[in-house]
């Protein structure tokens, strides 16, 4: 059975133009960024002798769309680049295309065109923040964009009609190397104790996968004359809001209270098991997700990786989490709670090279004409339609009849 490649393709309402895309998701491999590429079929008809441009954004949005007011919109471009592809002055120059390009091209004909970016490194991957239940319409998040439109210039208000947009992502991968295995202690005197309470948890290594379970050895030497108790175990996810108004989100993710005791003149060496995952926690408002395309599930948001020379108040939200080991030490003239803070990184594994071809039975297959070539292409079309009172993929407005 020949391989497949799945070819992403989304047409503007009034058939103008179209734009085909091998992926989605492109990779933050901290040195550099996959390009992002693809290709624009036009119907030189419809075009009706305007330009046909293609737009790459990055754009930080924090508010609902219906919360604009006087023409303002809660929103804030990072980035954005805009190429003419129709009549060709870049990308149709170009000598060398991408593989996938080279067969779209072949496969839609003379009113295909090719374009091109490439991400600046000071960009941010994309993530959102949980909206409640009862919440509709965009919130805060870092969005990417491709759009295609037609108009007499650039900076012309293109049409609906004659526009489409397909929602990317920029993601990152956890790196081949990390650090050695976190851990961290802390030693408390009391008022009227001859001796401390030290306690120390360490972790198997940095890095953890989504889905993955932390396991968290947690040793408590209690010499004071307190008995230790209520002793808990959590992760949690700390947000950086940095773009407009430095807010900070610490939410717990994965929780244990235990029963755990620890008398005075005793120890405990135990280890706890986690899992944070966004099943266990899609109530929470505010959580940091990973960005997502609609109709399409998500995670946890992953850890922000960020380059030394990156300027941090450009990156939107930074996520980071930690394993928060607590306890409290009761006394005679009160409690005082111990803590102890050890920080992880939780992402996604690089994906194993064999796995990046997609296969998709549920659409058209169209086999290549050029013999040497057996990669069969899956045109994945994205339609607009209402989904429980939600706008259709990557739209503002809801698909004229």
């Known amino acids: 059975m020949s391989p497949k490649h799945v070819i992403y393709k989304k047409l503007s309402r009034d058939k103008s133009v179209g734009v085909y895309m091998g992926k989605r998701d492109f990779v933050d491999h901290c040195d550099f960024v996959d390009p992002v590429d693809g290709v624009v079929l036009i119907d030189p008809e419809l075009v009706k002798g305007k330009k046909v441009y293609v737009m790459l954004s990055c754009t930080f949005r924090y508010g609902r769309d219906d919360m604009d007011v006087m023409g303002m919109a809660f929103r804030r471009d990072i980035f954005l680049c805009t190429r003419q592809v129709y009549p060709p002055l870049q990308d149709k120059e170009r000598s060398i295309h991408t593989k996938v390009q080279e067969k779209i091209l072949r496969k839609l004909g003379d009113n295909a065109y090719p374009f091109f ?58 790196p081949d190397t990390c650090d050695a295995a976190p851990s961290a202690e802390t030693t408390c005197e009391f008022i009227m104790s001859d001796k401390p309470l030290h306690m120390r ?48 989100y610490v939410k717990s993710v994965a929780h244990e209270e235990t029963t755990d005791t620890i008398p005075s003149g005793t120890s405990l060496k135990k280890v706890y098991t986690l899992c944070p995952l966004l099943d266990n ?101 994205f339609k607009r339609s209402y989904l429980k009172g939600v706008i259709g993929d990557d739209d503002e407005s809801p698909a004229e009849p």
């Not at 526009?163 to 990152?172: D, F, N, T, W, Y």
């Not at 379970?213 to 209690?222: A, L, Q, R, Y």
């Not at 010499?223 to 230790?228: H, I, K, L, P, W």
């Open 201 to 248: 948890v360490s972790l198997e290594k940095e890095i953890y996968y989504h889905g993955e379970e932390i396991n968290i050895s947690v040793e408590v030497d209690n010499s004071s004359n307190r008995n230790v108790k209520d002793l808990s175990v959590s992760v949690e996810q700390i947000t950086n809001v940095v773009l407009y108004s430095n807010d900070k």
């Open 281 to 381: 926690n899609r109530d929470r408002l505010g959580l940091a997700l990973d960005g997502k395309l609609k109709h399409e599930d998500t995670n946890l948001a992953s850890s922000s990786i960020v380059k030394d020379e990156v300027l941090k108040e450009i990156l939107g939200m930074l996520v980071a989490y930690r394993v928060v080991v607590k306890c409290n030490a009761a006394g005679i003239v009160g409690s005082s709670e111990v803590a102890v803070e050890v920080p992880i990184k939780l992402m996604h594994p690089k994906p194993d090279p064999v796995n990046l071809l997609f296969v998709f039975n549920r659409n058209c297959i169209l086999t290549s004409e050029q013999g040497e070539d057996t990669t069969d292409l899956v045109f994945e079309e």
């Open 117 to 174: 970016f490439e991400f600046p490194d000071n960009l941010p991957c994309s993530v959102c923040l949980q909206p409640g239940p009862t919440d509709v319409g965009k919130h805060c998040a870092v969005e990417f964009e491709v759009k295609a439109f037609c108009a007499e210039n650039q900076d012309e208000k293109a049409q609906k009609r004659s526009s489409v947009r397909l929602a990317i992502r920029k993601i990152q991968y956890a």
